[in-house]
């Protein structure tokens, strides 16, 4: 079935300082990657999405690419904010809309 | 406007009672999923509604585990003779159509716990 692995945190950086979370699937067929996040206190919302091969998607300074050859979709941002601090979910789902899975979450700590 | 609600936002409950728990989705919105999220975990998909049916229920644990959504709207999700393992957040999300394609927009959850 369909899968996705994240990178295990918690990540703790400076202020300003480079992010990447990484994200690696398994799925049949042509999935569609996300990425959620969900702030302290907050419900999740959609931060980026890519639904085919090589899209880049891309919001708030976040960016992350669908790279079919390495099933990859790691996010990145290069210069953090204290206000970026929340937990970061991947997740796919298929080419119906379905079957989707999170991926555990990574936990980022931004600190001033 | 009004967003994705679901009540109640906490359920205490006692082994092998019965909960219902209710989410109302966005106006208009046709899909309709829920999501259960253990503490540490990602959420873990359930059910998916288009309109009135189930169109993927592959996610119910088992069948103490039912949910419905009558009129295309509100859906209630159905659990019967709970365990201390149902304890967990229950995550509600609506879509304008195929999540593929478009963003779900999740409710603030319902806290369970089973006793």
């Known amino acids: 079935g369909n899968s996705v692995t994240q990178m295990e945190g918690p990540v703790t950086l400076s202020e300003e300082a480079f992010l990447t979370i990484n994200c690696t699937y398994t799925a049949t067929g042509y999935p569609s990657l996300f990425w959620y996040v969900q702030y302290p206190g907050e419900g999740l919302q959609l931060l980026l999405k890519a639904t085919k091969a090589d899209d880049k998607g891309s919001n708030k300074g976040f960016e992350a690419t669908y790279r079919k050859e390495t099933t990859s979709f790691h996010l990145e941002k290069g210069s953090v904010q204290v206000s970026d601090s929340a937990v970061y979910f991947c997740?796919?789902?298929?080419?119906?809309?379905?079957?989707?899975?999170f991926g555990p979450g990574t936990r980022l700590s931004v600190l001033p | 406007g009004a967003g994705v609600s679901q009540t109640p936002s906490n359920k205490v409950t006692e082994k092998g009672k019965y909960v219902e728990l209710r989410c109302d989705p966005i106006s208009g919105h046709t899909a309709l999923y829920w999501y259960r999220q253990s503490l540490g975990q990602g959420p873990e998909f359930l059910i998916y509604f288009q309109g009135t049916g189930a169109a993927d229920d592959s996610g119910l644990p088992n069948d103490r585990f039912f949910a419905v959504r009558p009129e295309g709207s509100v859906s209630t999700l159905k659990i019967q003779r709970t365990e201390r393992g149902d304890s967990a957040v229950y995550l509600c999300?609506?879509?304008?159509?195929?999540?593929?394609?478009?963003?779900?927009?999740f409710g603030p959850g319902t806290r369970l716990t089973v006793l």
């Open positions: 997740a796919l789902s298929d080419n119906y809309g379905q079957n989707f899975v």
């Open positions: 999300a609506s879509s304008p159509g195929l999540a593929r394609y478009n963003e779900q927009f």
